[in-house]
């Protein structure tokens, strides 16, 4: 047995889903260490794209995010925001868009923007390019920490746009289609029904229960019949997070 | 040859006191015209309406400062050292008007505005309470129609951005307003937007120079209206090849914006109560410290500090 965090977990199995050759937008933490184990693994040819209007950086620093020049080292191009997020992730050319939020809904909808409460809002970040990045990418990875108040039936503001509200409404109002979108918490994987674009279980992580899947999730959400387990790291990819991808443990 | 060069102080005199239009150029941590905007919140501009593609350190101190009147960014933050705690309360409490975007509608908004074309369609925005936020303001620049070339099929308008004025920070010009930024060029498009450009440069260069390398300019003096040499005028943010951002004065912001009182102490302390950006540098940091932001050429930031500087 090897040992290794959940959020080593989190990252592997991010890691895993990405395939050689794609065009990755992302950010920072978990999503860049998925993403340069991936490179580091099975997809040594991925393309990584900062919307601050970075492609393909070789970071050997940890920086504080996409705005700390530790994380523009070794980049193929600079560029603007409009060739970032226009130039290559409007006309279609991103595979995967990992993005982060406050909340996401029932039909992958997040939230980054603003939070509703007894007293009038509370406003944080707002889009930035998450907006974008949910509308254009093929495929929307969503990195967050499993709570009841973050996965909920209906987020208070839609940042960033999933299946909308289920089914075919996404098309509906004029998006591009996304062929999907996947949920990784420290407690499973969630993705969403052929038909209804609706969150369901893809895969529980080792050790935990459904029950507790179930305390934490203030959505509904649909369990097939004999849910999945989250497929272990493995020795290699553990050694990389740690002795070389983040040594300095700031993510992992 | 044209010489736009002018002092900061002057500059800053040429935009109006009251209701002025304004993008700052801007990004988190990095390449923000802090010595500008200090000196603006030190002239009290007022009623600004301000632009902002990433809200950032610059405008958190003009929305604390109450000089802004609008602020139409898409979101932004301290990148992991805090939030824009004077523009979030302001928002919270209904006490500035804001328009949100995400990154690349609002820069599609510049884009146009660079081209002079007067509107762009795209499909960003759909579904999004951003959307619905800016068509319920009825700020008459977003509206959502029909592809006049594909049937049912829904696009997003937007009308372009001609600000008045643009701020930017970058590395080099020289005294034409020929203007090398190195890096990243997030800020480009608004640059060019604007009908009156103001740069802040870490140097001015000779225009032969500048003539030795046409490659490396990313808006031709033809596109610049003033050029003000303000060597660390980004600071305590970082500008590429020059200089780290400076964390414990990025900390200590982080930790008093996001109440008014303490705020307003750190206004008083480091800005109202300074002449200029060297006493604002001399204030807030040791020589020592200022020579340590300094970047490996190698790098692009200071390399033996690696992921972290100092506490």
């Known amino acids: 047995m090897i040992k290794y965090s959940t959020n080593e977990l989190m990252a592997v199995t991010a890691s895993r889903l990405l395939e050689d050759h794609q065009n990755i937008v992302v950010g920072l933490g978990l999503p860049q260490i998925a993403t340069i184990l991936a490179q580091n693994t099975h997809a040594p040819n991925l393309n990584i794209i900062y919307e601050i209007g970075v492609v393909n950086p070789a970071s050997v620093d940890m920086g504080v995010g996409i705005a700390d020049s530790r994380l523009w080292y070794q980049a193929d191009y600079f560029t603007s925001f409009v060739g970032t ?134 959505a509904s959400f649909l369990i097939p019949a004999k849910p999945r387990v989250t497929e272990e790291p493995s020795k290699v990819e553990i050694e990389l997070l740690e002795n070389q991808i983040d040594p300095e443990h700031q993510y992992i | 040859m044209s010489n736009k060069v002018i002092e900061l102080t002057e500059a800053v005199r040429e935009i109006p006191q009251d209701g002025a239009e304004i993008a700052l ?23 600004i309406t301000l632009y902002e593609i990433i809200g950032s350190m610059d405008a958190d101190l003009l929305v604390g400062a109450n000089c802004v009147n609008t602020f139409i960014y898409s979101g932004g933050s301290l990148d992991r050292f805090g939030r824009l705690g004077r523009v979030n309360e302001a928002i919270e409490r209904n ?83 020929n203007i090398i930024i190195e890096g990243p060029k997030w800020d480009i498009e608004l640059a060019l937007s604007a009908k009156k450009l103001f740069v802040t440069v870490e140097q001015i260069v ?90 490996d050429p190698e790098y692009g930031y200071p390399a033996e500090l690696g992921g972290k500087q100092d506490d």
């Open chain 1, 85 to 218: 997020l226009g130039g290559l992730l409007q006309k279609g050319l991103v595979d995967v868009g990992f993005l982060g939020g406050l909340q996401v809904d029932q039909f992958g909808n997040l939230n980054s923007t603003l939070i509703q409460t007894g007293n009038g809002i509370r406003h944080f970040t707002g889009s930035g390019g998450a907006g974008d990045i949910a509308t254009y990418s093929k495929n929307i990875f969503v990195i967050m920490r499993h709570e009841k108040r973050k996965i909920v039936n209906m987020v208070d503001y839609i940042t960033s746009v999933g299946y909308y509200q289920g089914k075919t409404s996404r098309q509906d109002i004029g998006l591009p289609q996304c062929s999907s979108v996947i949920i990784i918490t420290n407690l499973c994987v969630f993705s969403f029904s052929k038909e209804d674009k609706k969150i369901q279980i893809d895969s529980i992580h080792p050790g935990v229960s459904l029950e507790q899947i179930k305390e934490n999730t203030g």
């Open chain 2, 25 to 47: 150029g801007g990004f988190a941590i990095t390449r923000n015209p802090i010595a500008f905007v200090n000196e603006m919140i030190r002239q009290k501009k007022k009623n």
């Open chain 2, 95 to 177: 006490t500035m008007k804001v328009e949100e975007y995400s990154g690349l509608s609002i820069s599609l908004r510049f884009l146009a505005g660079s081209l002079g074309i007067p509107f762009v369609p795209t499909k960003t925005l759909l579904g999004t309470d951003m959307l619905t936020n800016l068509i319920n303001k009825r700020n008459n620049a977003v509206k959502v129609m029909n592809s006049p070339f594909l049937k049912d099929d829904q696009v997003v308008v937007l009308k372009a951005i001609n600000p008045e004025f643009a701020i930017i920070h970058a590395q080099i010009a020289d005294e034409k307003g």
């Open chain 2, 206 to 295: 000779s225009n032969k120079y500048i003539k030795k390398y046409p490659e490396k300019v990313s808006i031709p003096s033809i596109s610049t209206y003033r050029v003000i040499e303000v060597p660390y005028g980004a600071f305590p943010t970082s500008v590429y090849h020059c200089y780290d951002y400076y964390s414990n004065l990025i900390k200590e912001y982080a930790r008093v914006n996001g109440d008014a009182v303490q705020f307003n102490e750190f206004l008083q302390k480091y800005i109202l109560n300074l002449k200029d950006h060297s006493d604002f540098l001399l204030k807030t940091c040791t020589l020592d410290e200022l020579l340590h932001l300094k970047v």
